[in-house]
């Protein structure tokens, strides 16, 4: 069964530094990964899906790679703000299939300090 | 863009009661998923669908049950509330012809059983 890590759990950091939250997963017969944001006591928010043709997915200041055969993906924020802090959860799929059953990770508390 | 609702943002209930949780989407997507999420433990999946009147059961189903009579609508239905189903329930779909399979959610509902 599919795992997923990420590591650290909390992250604190001054606004404007680039930072790197990481993720990792068990199977790597993955055929996509996303990355999610959640404010507290709100849902998730997708911020980006990498398909594993794929190595890197960019949307304004964050980017995220994939390494299927290391287990691994990161998501890159370039330039943090004060609005990024959040918690920031990856998921991998538990196996292939149509319904594409979702395996998150605990997540990163995000905190970037004005 | 995609649009998940959930029917109530905090819900408090009493041991015992029957309780609904209506999820509803406006893109037409074959899957729909619940999940609970609790500190430490993450987001966890407790039933989805993949067509109508069609379910499978997540990894913790048990003192769950769901029901989804038309496309754009998936209910969660906890037969007789316990306080350890006192959770943050989150409602997600997805396209089950795209090949992305990214999945969307809705804002989440706070159940409180007392």
């Known amino acids: 069964k599919q795992e997923v890590t990420q590591i650290p759990a909390a992250l604190s950091v001054p606004e404007g530094e680039n930072l790197v939250l990481n993720c990792s997963f068990t199977?790597?017969?993955?055929?996509?990964l996303q990355w999610f944001r959640q404010d507290p006591g709100k849902g998730l928010t997708s911020l980006l899906l990498?398909?594993?043709?794929?190595r890197e997915q960019t949307s304004g200041r964050l980017n995220a790679s994939l390494d299927k055969s290391s287990g691994r993906s990161t998501l890159y924020i370039a330039a943090s703000q004060p609005g990024d802090s959040a918690t920031y959860l990856c998921?991998?799929?538990?196996?292939?299939?149509?319904?594409?059953?979702?395996?998150f990770g605990t997540g990163t508390l995000l905190a970037v300090q004005p | 863009d995609v649009k998940v609702t959930q029917s109530s943002r905090y819900l408090v209930k009493r041991t015992g009661e029957k309780v609904f949780l209506e999820c509803v989407q406006d893109?037409?997507?074959?899957?729909m998923f619940w999940y609970r999420q609790d500190p430490g433990l993450g987001l966890r999946l407790i039933y989805f669908s993949y067509d109508v009147k069609m379910k499978e059961k997540g990894d913790i189903p048990e003192g769950y049950s769901v029901s989804r009579e038309k496309k754009e609508r998936f209910s969660l239905i906890l037969e007789s509330a316990s306080t350890n189903q006192t959770s943050m329930y989150l409602c997600a779909s997805n396209d089950g012809k795209s090949p992305s399979y990214e999945q969307y959610f809705g804002p989440g509902t706070r159940l409180t059983v007392t």
């Open positions: 990498i398909q594993s043709s794929q």
């Open positions: 199977d790597s017969a993955i055929y996509n």
């Open positions: 893109m037409d997507h074959e899957n």
């Open positions: 998921a991998a799929p538990n196996y292939g299939g149509a319904t594409n059953k979702l395996i």
